[in-house]
């Protein structure tokens, strides 16, 4: 399919300074469209700027939206990469067939995610540990207020540098674990990388920072007591040697990138990793035990984000003197490694712009 082009007759000042996450844009998004009948069709580059909808659009009322979230990143050799891209297609149609909106072919969704980042190349920013972040959505676009599946969508793909994620250091996070909201149930769209899940979650971040905690750890929505998430990560623990991470068998929680990439990585390596159920009472008798070795969230924002202390009802629970454990570091350079091109990609991971 051929994508049109549309260059901006007035390109933006690049930021300088520290970029933040999510506040600049880039000069250009692609869109595409899908009518019922049609499927997807005229992708098009454009200026980046307000789009045009009606107030009745079904995207506001009923929330048919999911997403994606990847980035592309500079070499010091001066590549442009992008970590599993096709991943990240795969999971969009994965969302997508939970909220009953079109799938796209993973060739065509890729070629639109390269085309948008090809455009805006000189936007992807160049210091250590930046990226430009790349959010591909989809959007429900019927003007009708009955609850249905719409007719016609549109998918999106928009920009925006973003700055070195520890750029004082990798800290440790505190994280609390929620025990009167639940993000997601089995059966629901725990899976599914969608707004809704996020609207869900935001009174419990709100709750866990006015406590001075930085992530929610959450919990399975019926008993309450095995481990799912932290925040918008996956989560490992390293328990005497073993490696566990909760099983995403059940559809409640989001199967990330990152931690896939982790499992396969630490089991090429000969750790042992274990995905199954985790209860909070494992976790605790493993910490009254001197087991508790690691835990650290994945996902593509931090890539590895090191737990520091753990409330556990009235207790605290310090992980590895506050420091960030061995397991963690060694995925995080590895990971990072791989996506800057600074290790050899020996994985296929990797596709160059
Ligand atoms: C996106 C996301 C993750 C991490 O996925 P990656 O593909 O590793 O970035 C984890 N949990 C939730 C809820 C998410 O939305």
């Given at each position: 399919?051929?994508?049109?082009?549309?260059?901006?007759?007035?390109?933006?000042?690049?930021?300088?300074?520290?970029?933040?996450?999510?506040?600049?844009?880039?000069?250009?998004?692609l869109?595409?469209?899908?009518?019922?009948?049609?499927?997807?069709?005229?992708?098009?580059?454009?200026?980046?700027?307000?789009?045009?909808?009606?107030?009745?659009?079904?995207?506001?009322?009923?929330?048919?939206?999911?997403?994606?979230g990847?980035?592309?990143?500079r070499?010091?050799?001066?590549r442009?990469?992008?970590?599993r891209?096709?991943?990240?297609?795969?999971?969009?149609?994965?969302?997508?067939?939970?909220?009953?909106?079109?799938?796209?072919?993973?060739?065509?969704?890729?070629?639109?995610?390269?085309?948008a980042?090809?455009?805006?190349?000189?936007?992807?920013?160049?210091?250590?540990?930046?990226?430009?972040?790349?959010?591909?959505?989809?959007?429900?676009?019927?003007?009708f207020?009955?609850?249905?599946?719409?007719?016609?969508?549109?998918?999106?793909?928009?920009?925006?540098?973003?700055?070195?994620?520890?750029?004082?250091?990798?800290?440790?996070?505190?994280?609390?674990?929620?025990?009167?909201?639940?993000?997601?149930?089995?059966?629901?769209?725990?899976?599914?990388?969608?707004?809704?899940?996020?609207?869900?979650?935001?009174?419990?971040?709100?709750?866990?920072?006015?406590?001075?905690?930085?992530?929610?750890?959450?919990?399975?929505?019926?008993?309450?007591?095995?481990?799912?998430?932290?925040?918008?990560?996956?989560?490992?623990?390293?328990?005497?040697?073993?490696?566990?991470?909760?099983?995403?068998?059940?559809?409640?929680?989001l199967?990330?990138?990152?931690?896939?990439?982790?499992i396969?990585?630490?089991?090429?390596?000969?750790?042992?990793?274990?995905?199954r159920?985790?209860?909070?009472?494992?976790?605790?008798?493993?910490?009254?035990?001197?087991?508790?070795?690691?835990?650290?969230?994945?996902?593509?924002?931090?890539?590895?984000?090191?737990?520091?202390?753990?409330?556990?009802?009235?207790?605290i629970?310090?992980?590895?003197?506050?420091?960030?454990?061995?397991?963690?570091?060694?995925?995080?350079?590895?990971?990072?490694?791989?996506?800057?091109?600074?290790?050899?990609?020996?994985?296929?991971?990797?596709?160059?712009?």
């Open positions: 399919m051929e994508i049109k082009i549309e260059r901006t007759a007035a390109p933006k000042e690049k930021p300088t300074g520290a970029l933040g996450f999510g506040k600049v844009f880039t000069d250009h998004m869109v595409m469209d899908y009518t019922e009948g049609k499927g997807w069709h005229d992708p098009r580059i454009v200026p980046f700027g307000p789009i045009s909808l009606s107030p009745a659009s079904m995207v506001f009322h009923y929330g048919q939206e999911n997403f994606e990847l980035k592309a990143y070499t010091d050799d001066g442009t990469l992008l970590f891209p096709y991943e990240n297609a795969r999971r969009m149609n994965n969302s997508c067939d939970r909220l009953c909106m079109p799938k796209m072919d993973e060739e065509l969704w890729v070629e639109c995610v390269k085309a980042v090809r455009e805006d190349l000189d936007w992807v920013p160049t210091e250590p540990g930046t990226a430009l972040y790349i959010r591909p959505f989809i959007i429900a676009t019927d003007p207020l009955g609850v249905r599946a719409s007719n016609t969508y549109y998918f999106m793909v928009i920009l925006s540098p973003s700055g070195a994620y520890y750029s004082t250091g990798i800290n440790p996070v505190k994280i609390y674990i929620e025990t009167e909201y639940v993000r997601a149930v089995r059966g629901g769209t725990g899976f599914a990388k969608c707004g809704g899940n996020y609207a869900a979650s935001i009174k419990s971040q709100t709750k866990a920072h006015e406590e001075g905690y930085e992530q929610v750890l959450w919990l399975d929505g019926v008993e309450r007591k095995y481990i799912e998430e932290v925040g918008s990560m996956n989560v490992f623990f390293k328990i005497d040697g073993e490696i566990i991470t909760p099983s995403i068998a059940d559809g409640s929680i199967p990330g990138i990152t931690r896939k990439s982790c396969e990585l630490l089991r090429n390596k000969g750790y042992k990793v274990t995905e159920k985790l209860s909070v009472d494992e976790v605790e008798a493993a910490a009254k035990a001197g087991k508790l070795e690691e835990i650290f969230g994945t996902g593509t924002a931090a890539v590895i984000s090191p737990v520091g202390e753990i409330k556990i009802g009235d207790e629970i310090t992980i590895n003197d506050n420091r960030i454990g061995e397991v963690s570091q060694w995925l995080y350079d590895t990971l990072t490694g791989i996506q800057w091109g600074r290790i050899e990609d020996t994985m296929g991971w990797t596709v160059e712009i």
